[in-house]
């Protein structure tokens, strides 16, 4: 392609930036801890998109990317290799602007999801290896001539870190009236990494106390890659989605990340039934990994007498996991146990001591 017909790409810019303006900012949600440990820990909640996941953010960053860069004309196919929340929101954008999307998928993807992605619209297509999905993606986009969208690797690119309304952004400006407007941590998963490299090159950039803690499930690559500046590192892969993966990602930036932890499935699972009970909302698995990563840090700021706030990502509701994550039989049939795990934390809040490894 030439060059871009410019009155379609001016409209299709206006569309997605009307989009955002229409969209009300995600709530910030504070969940009451004991008074006395001085400690106040809130919740993001980036559910309250649209298309239900911080994805949102992602997929119209990605899009508007690509915008400028001159990749995308009118009637030019959308690429992308998910099966998960990032496809959903593209093909909520493509539908958007008139462009057809196709996701690519391994062949054991839930109908669930496939549905989600064909009822804004998108096409799937299939593999059966999982890891031919992004070679397929690629060869689709220029058989097409479409553009591969490619989330792992353009992520922590197409946000603007600077501010610009980015989540980091949002989350500062929406604790400035709380008691203590900076926080002390902010805490999140790593799929693609975009997320935690938005948020630690923005409180460097602010120059904030703030630091950043990145949670990772078992079986994911990004400890070691943090650990030992391992670029190569590789793992079997995660059971939490959304983060977590089986090898270090393009867009996972280990020098903005203060302190990377590992967490157990189980804790992950019983950090997010107890979410579900406190906040009265089901959030995703994901929220549960990060809150277990935040009651590490909460001990360890009342051991050291210090005061403050913890921002805990919200990244995905409950609603999409009734059949895995919130069926008990599920659990069970997949090896999970996660009931000593919610224990810790009910009696964590109750008084008792958090273990420390
Ligand atoms: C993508 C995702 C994350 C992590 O966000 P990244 O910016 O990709 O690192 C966390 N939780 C859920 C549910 C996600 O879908």
């Not at 619209?121 to 969208?149: K, M, N, V, W």
């Not at 400006?173 to 948020?199: F, K, L, N, R, Y």
Request: hydrophobic share 40%; aromatic share 8%.
């Amino acid at each position: 392609m030439a060059s871009v017909t410019q009155t379609w790409l001016h409209r299709a810019i206006a569309t997605l930036e009307s989009e955002s303006a229409a969209c009300s900012d995600t709530p910030l949600r504070r969940l009451a801890l004991p008074a006395d440990w001085g400690i106040d820990l809130y919740f993001k909640d980036e559910s309250a998109h649209p298309t239900g996941s911080l994805k949102h953010r992602l997929a119209r960053s990605l899009v508007l990317h690509a915008l400028v860069n001159g990749l995308v004309d009118q009637g030019a196919t959308l690429v992308e290799a998910s099966s998960g929340s990032t496809a959903v929101s593209e093909a909520y954008f493509a539908q958007m602007l008139g462009l057809p999307f196709v996701a690519v998928m391994t062949r054991t993807t839930s109908p669930e999801k496939i549905a989600l992605i064909e009822a804004y619209g998108g096409r799937c297509e299939f593999t059966d290896d999982p890891s031919a999905i992004y070679a397929t993606a690629q060869r689709i986009a220029e058989e097409s001539g479409g553009h591969y969208l490619d989330q792992f690797t353009n992520a922590e690119r197409a946000t603007d870190w600077r501010g610009n309304n980015n989540i980091a952004d949002s989350i500062i400006d929406q604790m400035a009236g709380e008691q203590h407007p900076v926080p002390s941590w902010v805490v999140v998963g790593a799929g693609t990494g975009g997320t935690s490299a938005t948020i630690g090159r923005y409180v460097r950039y602010k120059r904030l106390a703030t630091r950043v803690c990145v949670v990772d499930p078992e079986g994911s690559a990004f400890l070691d890659a943090w650990t030992n500046a391992n670029a190569a590192a590789t793992g079997p892969g995660s059971r939490i989605e959304g983060i977590g993966r089986p090898r270090v990602e393009p867009s996972f930036v280990r020098t903005v990340i203060d302190r990377l932890v590992r967490v157990p499935d189980n804790a992950s699972i019983g950090a997010m039934q107890w979410c579900t009970d406190a906040l009265g909302t089901p959030v995703g698995a994901s929220t549960g990994t990060a809150l277990w990563g935040a009651f590490g840090l909460i001990d360890e700021m009342r051991s050291a007498g210090e005061r403050g706030s913890i921002v805990v990502l919200l990244c995905d509701g409950g609603e999409r996991y009734a059949d895995t994550y919130y069926s008990d039989q599920w659990l069970a049939d997949h090896g999970f146990d996660p009931v000593a795990s919610r224990h810790q934390i009910e009696a964590y809040v109750a008084g008792a001591a958090w273990p420390t490894a």
